[in-house]
């Protein structure tokens, strides 16, 4: 007969899947810290020893890290999803760009297909929440902050989408993002006109993801997508035509 006798679970044993589950559906994320031992003891009803063991096994898997004096914080496993050979690689070609581009038009189309027709309420209110931020930030003018926003905006729909590997992958790539590897954002975000259009093209997809429209949403963000490609072309067009402006002035003024 198949069955074997039941094995009283350990108690870290719940803990370790508890925090898995919490980093896995992106709850948990690469940097935060863990409260501290004697009350995340407390709120999860185990005992230090328990826990201590769950946190040691964690830290052994590459999950969380411990940081003298500062304490226990769920591990940059995003960070070293890209070797950095190929960081540079990236960084050193166009054409990456683009294709880095293409990449998010069809992950986060569908990943807004699947929000709208998938997510709950409580996944669209953080959408909206986000987006009301883009908004109150609009008049501020500061680019370091909307594009930090314009990065929450997407990720939130990722997140409502439900599919944790895409969650996890996505984040990757926004990382890379954030880095500068592939371009950088806040120069788009110093165009007036640029500005004014990402934000209407954010309200086009809130609204569809609200409405609860899965097709709309997933043209919308293709629509902003291609959007952003032909403004980073009009850009890497504007700057070589600076830079041979710059040569000429140079000759005529060498004299």
């Avoid at 592939?182 to 409405?211: C, S």
């Amino acid at each position: 007969m198949p069955f074997r006798p039941v094995q009283p679970e350990k108690l870290s044993f719940a803990v370790i899947r508890q925090i898995e589950q919490l980093i896995l559906r992106g709850i948990l994320r690469p940097g935060e810290r863990l409260p501290p031992e004697r009350e995340l003891a407390e709120r999860m009803n185990v005992s230090r020893p328990s826990l201590r063991d769950a946190i040691g096994t964690l830290q052994d898997t590459g999950l969380l890290t411990a940081r003298p004096g500062a304490g226990v914080f769920v591990a940059d496993v995003l960070g070293s999803a890209f070797a950095p050979a190929l960081t540079g690689l990236f960084a050193r070609h166009d054409e990456a760009v683009f294709d880095y581009l293409s990449f998010r038009r069809d992950m986060e189309g569908l990943a807004a297909e699947r929000a709208a027709r998938l997510g709950s309420d409580t996944d669209l209110s953080v959408v909206q929440a986000v987006f009301e931020k883009m908004v109150a930030a609009h008049p501020k003018r500061n680019s370091d902050e909307e594009a930090q926003l314009d990065a929450q905006f997407h990720l939130a729909i990722i997140e409502a989408s439900h599919n944790v590997v895409m969650l996890h992958m996505m984040r990757s790539m926004y990382q890379l993002l954030r880095d500068g590897v592939f371009y950088n954002r806040q120069v788009m975000f110093k165009q007036r006109t640029t500005r004014q259009a990402l934000l209407d093209q954010h309200r086009n997809i809130n609204e569809a993801l609200q409405a609860r429209e899965p097709e709309a949403a997933r043209a919308a963000v293709q629509a902003h997508l291609d959007y952003v490609e032909r403004a980073l072309m009009d850009q890497q067009k504007a700057d070589r035509n600076e830079d041979i402006a710059k040569q000429r002035l140079d000759h005529e003024t060498a004299g």
